[in-house]
């Protein structure tokens, strides 16, 4: 069983900082693409940020020159590094991965989501 286990959301005021954590742990062989999305009340979900495990990453229009996605592939981790957060930028942001259990393909696989709220 693989689980990915997301921390670091809070309050925090606009303008802010906050650095997400996700982090995937069980029996498996490896992580491919890993990735940010977020869901605001209301709202579809959307994608925040991918990495690939390689390194490249891509992202959302409205957080691009504000969010940085990285990972350390020895600990099995993404990270989502937010700055200058706005109050849009209130969601629930879940990490999702695909995960080499046994073979292939690989499983698509969520956490269970980290609430950030920018308020003043």
């Known amino acids: 069983q693989v689980e990915l286990v997301e921390s670091g959301g809070g309050l925090v005021q606009p303008g802010g900082s906050l650095r997400l954590s996700c982090a995937a742990s069980?029996?498996?062989?490896?992580?491919?693409?890993m990735a940010w999305y977020r869901q605001a009340a209301g709202n579809q979900r959307e994608l925040v940020a991918r990495?690939?495990?390689?390194?490249?990453?891509n992202y959302g229009d409205s957080v691009k020159g504000r969010f940085t996605i990285s990972r350390d592939n020895k600990k099995n981790t993404a990270y989502l590094q937010m700055d200058d957060l706005k109050s849009e930028d209130t969601a629930v942001y879940s990490c999702?991965?695909?995960?080499?259990?046994?073979?292939?393909?690989?499983?698509?696989?969520w956490g269970q989501g980290t609430q950030v709220t920018v308020t003043v």
């Open positions: 069980g029996s498996f062989w490896g992580l491919r693409d």
């Open positions: 999702n991965a695909d995960v080499i259990i046994s073979g292939w393909p690989p499983r698509n696989t």
């Open positions: 990495i690939t495990y390689g390194g490249d990453t």
